[in-house]
C-alpha cells in the first residue's frame, strides 16, 4: 500500500478562476475491490486484481484476510490474492476494521466458515453501527453469532464450527444492503442451498452489483424479480481471475461530475462507462441530467458539460440506490434556480456520521436554507453563501462533498482534510487538476 499524504488540520478551497475542461483519473472502486478481495479469498489458487483501490477501507480489509489465513500481496493498486478455496484459519482471531461498514459486514460473514472464536471490533463510531440483521441470518444457519455488548453492534462475536449450514433463512436487509451481500457471498460454501426472504425494503443496486460480479467469478446467484427471494446452490466455487479490472469509483467521480455542474465546465472520468457496475454512475447519467448537464460517454471516458450559469436545475429525488451521492447533490443545490429534496436515505444516519444532520448542519452554518426530515432534506437556491469551516465528522464523503462549494465560494475551510483517506487518499490532489 503506498502512504497516504499529508494533510494541514485545515484545508482553504480557493474557487476556481475559469470553468474546467479536463479528464480526472479517479482510484478503483471500494465496493468492488472489497468484494472482489472476498471472492479471490474463497477462490482456489491465485488472483490479481487491477486498479484496486489503495485506501484505509481497503488497507483493513487486506490486513483481516491475512490474519485468516489469506495470502494477499499489494503492489500498488495491484493486488495478488491466494486463495484459500473457503478454508480461512481457525481462531481465535482479532480482527479490527476501523470505521469500515463493508469490512465489518463481509468478514463477519467469512468468519462463519472458520473454525473457533472470531472477534471483530472498530472504532468508537463503528460500535454505535448496528450489525443485527446480519447475525440474526447467520444465526438462523448455526453460527453462533451475536454482539458482545448485547447491542447488536461491534465488537462482534462468531463462534464456528466449521460448518455453515444452508437452508432457509429470513434477512431484513432495509438497514443496509451489505447484510444481504455479505451473506450471499459466502452462501456457495455452506451445506445446503441457501434461500434467503428478503423483509423490509430492498436498496437492490448494490446486491445486484454483488450477483453480477459473482457471476464474473463463477458463481451465480439468482433473484426473484422483486429482489425479495435470492436463491444459491450449495457447491459453487468462486473461479481464481488472473487480470481482474476493477472499475474506476462512481462515488469518488461523482464529485468531479458536480464540479462541470457547479462550474459550467466540462468534466471527464477516464475509464468509467454509463453501463458500470456500480450504480453510483446514475448520479450522473440520471440526477446530473435531470438537473440539466449533458451526459456523454466518449473513448476516453464519461464526461459531464455543466450548463451556463443560473440553469442548473433543482430535482426531487429517492437517493436510496445511490446515497453515496447524495451528500454530492447537497453540496451543488444551494447553486440551482429551484429547490432540491432527497428522500428514502434514513439509513446514512448510521453510517460513517449521521449524514442527514451534518449536511444539513454544515449547510445552515453556511447560511443556506435546509428543511431537516427524518429521511432526507429539502435545500433551497441560496442567493449569498458565506464563508465559513467546515466539520466533517471524520467521515469523508462530508469533506469531499463541502469541498465543491469552495470552488464556487471563497472562504470555504474543510477540518480534517485527511479523513479522504478512507476511500480517496489523493482526492486534493485530484481537485487540484480542475484548476490548470
Not at 30 to 49: H, P, Y
Not at 59 to 70: C, D, H, I, K, Q
Amino acid at each position: 500500500m503506498t502512504e497516504t499524504p499529508v494533510y494541514p488540520e485545515k484545508l482553504t478551497i480557493e474557487p476556481l478562476v475559469r470553468s474546467p475542461d479536463t479528464t480526472i483519473t479517479v482510484p478503483g472502486s471500494k465496493s468492488i475491490t472489497n468484494r472482489a478481495l472476498i471472492m479471490a479469498a474463497l477462490a482456489e489458487g491465485r488472483s490479481v486484481l487491477l486498479n484496486a483501490l489503495e485506501s484505509e477501507d481497503t488497507e483493513v480489509m487486506v490486513e483481516s484476510l491475512r490474519r485468516l489465513g489469506v495470502g494477499v500481496h499489494a503492489e500498488g493498486n495491484r493486488f495478488v490474492v491466494e486463495g484459500t478455496g473457503g478454508q480461512i484459519a481457525p481462531g481465535p482471531k482479532e480482527l479490527f476494521v476501523a470505521n469500515s461498514g463493508t469490512s465489518m459486514r463481509f468478514l463477519t460473514a467469512l468468519c462463519a466458515l472458520g473454525v473457533g472464536r472470531y472477534r471483530l471490533d472498530g472504532v468508537e463510531r463503528m460500535r454505535q453501527r448496528p450489525q443485527g440483521d446480519l447475525l440474526a441470518a447467520l444465526q438462523q444457519m448455526g453460527i453462533n453469532a451475536y454482539s458482545e455488548r448485547g447491542n447488536d453492534s461491534p465488537p462482534l462475536i462468531v463462534e464456528a464450527n466449521g460448518v455453515l449450514a444452508g437452508g432457509r433463512v429470513k434477512m431484513n436487509a432495509e438497514a443496509s444492503s451489505q447484510f444481504l451481500t455479505a451473506l450471499l457471498m459466502v452462501a456457495p460454501y455452506a451445506l445446503k442451498d441457501i434461500t434467503v426472504d428478503v423483509t423490509g425494503a430492498l436498496r437492490p443496486f448494490y446486491v445486484e452489483l454483488t450477483c453480477r460480479m459473482a457471476a464474473q467469478w463463477g458463481v451465480t446467484i439468482d433473484a426473484e424479480p422483486d429482489k425479495q427471494r435470492f436463491y444459491v446452490r450449495h457447491g459453487q466455487r468462486y473461479k481464481p481471475q488472473q487480470a481482474y479490472y476493477v472499475e474506476p469509483d462512481a462515488s469518488g467521480a461523482s464529485y468531479f461530475f458536480a464540479a462541470a455542474a457547479l462550474t459550467g465546465g466540462q468534466v471527464c472520468v477516464a475509464g468509467l462507462k454509463s453501463d458500470a457496475l456500480q450504480g453510483d454512475v446514475r448520479f450522473a447519467t440520471e440526477v446530473l441530467a435531470a438537473m440539466g448537464c449533458a451526459v456523454e460517454e466518449r473513448a476516453e471516458g464519461l464526461c459531464v458539460q455543466g450548463p451556463p450559469p443560473g440553469l442548473l436545475r433543482g430535482v426531487v429525488r429517492d437517493m436510496s440506490a445511490i446515497s453515496d451521492t447524495a451528500l454530492t447533490l447537497a453540496a451543488i443545490a444551494p447553486f440551482a434556480n429551484s429547490p432540491t429534496t432527497v428522500s428514502n436515505i434514513a439509513h446514512s444516519r448510521y453510517q460513517e456520521c449521521d449524514r442527514i444532520h451534518a449536511v444539513c448542519t454544515e449547510l445552515s452554518k453556511l447560511g443556506v436554507r435546509v428543511d431537516e426530515h427524518f429521511d432526507g432534506y429539502t435545500i433551497w437556491p441560496a442567493e449569498k453563501i458565506l464563508p465559513g469551516e467546515i466539520e466533517t465528522y471524520r467521515d469523508h464523503r462530508v469533506a469531499m462533498s463541502f469541498a465543491l462549494i469552495g470552488l464556487r465560494v471563497p472562504g470555504i475551510v474543510i477540518r480534517d482534510p485527511a479523513c479522504v483517506a478512507k476511500t480517496f487518499p489523493n482526492y486534493w490532489q485530484c481537485l487540484e487538476q480542475l484548476y490548470t
